[in-house]
């Protein structure tokens, strides 16, 4: 039984620029949910979708959008791209009101 | 909101030796609890979790945590530590298992010394 998948694995982008990281929840999952975790410090939480809308967001700007498809997988997008944003960006998915299960993470660089 | 502190930034134990790691949470109702383990450059993996019933849960790799409402805490052990253990670990709380928002500690790295 595959895990949670993220890809890419490392990505480097340029400031101003736009990225789409990707997520597969893990089989049975429903809802998945992304988090931001800068050097040194812990998860940040972004938002979350089930049933292909946002159900939950964090104190994070509207350069930061989602989407949910309908096999669940989901994308987060970022626009204009600040060095701020350089971090490890997880995804995590659960079955409905159970605990989340983590990816290996996106690294993204920007410069 | 709910919240969580983790007041150990960094701990150094000797192998073979106990370990506990302290956490503290915030928030109104009853919380679910996690502890999960980050290894270096890696996402986060699952220790253990309470959602109710009984305070003391027991987690994959040897480790346990004790819910103490009175506290706020759920603090983490593990009797024995190997170098294995060596990594970062994360105190989280949530308003349901996965429906809503996880809230996460700021980590506490575990240093393993032979």
């Known amino acids: 039984d595959a895990g949670v998948t993220q890809s890419p694995t490392h990505l480097i982008k340029t400031r101003g620029q736009q990225v789409t990281l990707r997520c597969s929840p893990k089989?049975?999952?429903?809802?998945v949910s992304w988090y931001q975790q800068a050097l040194g410090q812990g998860p940040q939480f972004i938002f979350q979708?089930?049933?292909?809308?946002?159900?939950q967001r964090g104190n994070f700007p509207d350069r930061f959008s989602g989407h949910q498809f309908p096999n669940y997988s989901s994308e987060l997008n970022v626009n204009a791209l600040l060095l701020g944003d350089s971090a490890l960006y997880l995804c995590?998915?659960?079955?409905?009101?159970?605990?989340?299960?983590f990816g290996p993470g996106t690294r993204l660089t920007v410069t | 909101a709910q919240s969580v502190t983790q007041p150990d930034i960094h701990i150094t134990v000797s192998e073979g030796a106990s370990l506990e790691l302290r956490c503290n949470y915030s928030y109104g109702a009853t919380p679910y609890l996690f502890w999960y383990v980050q290894s270096p450059g890696q996402g986060l993996q699952l220790l253990l979790k309470?959602?109710?019933?009984?305070?003391l849960v027991q987690g994959i790799k040897g480790f346990e945590a004790e819910f103490k409402r009175s506290q706020s805490s759920f603090n983490l052990r593990k009797p024995s530590v190997h170098w294995s253990d060596a990594a970062e670990y994360f105190c989280?709380?949530?308003?349901?298992?996965?429906?809503?928002?996880?809230?996460f500690g700021t980590g506490t790295k575990l240093q393993v010394i032979p």
């Open positions: 089989s049975g999952h429903d809802t």
């Open positions: 989280a709380v949530g308003l349901s298992g996965g429906y809503q928002k996880v809230t």
């Open positions: 979708y089930y049933e292909e809308e946002e159900r």
């Open positions: 309470y959602f109710s019933g009984d305070t």
């Open positions: 995590a998915s659960s079955p409905r009101g159970y605990e989340q299960y």
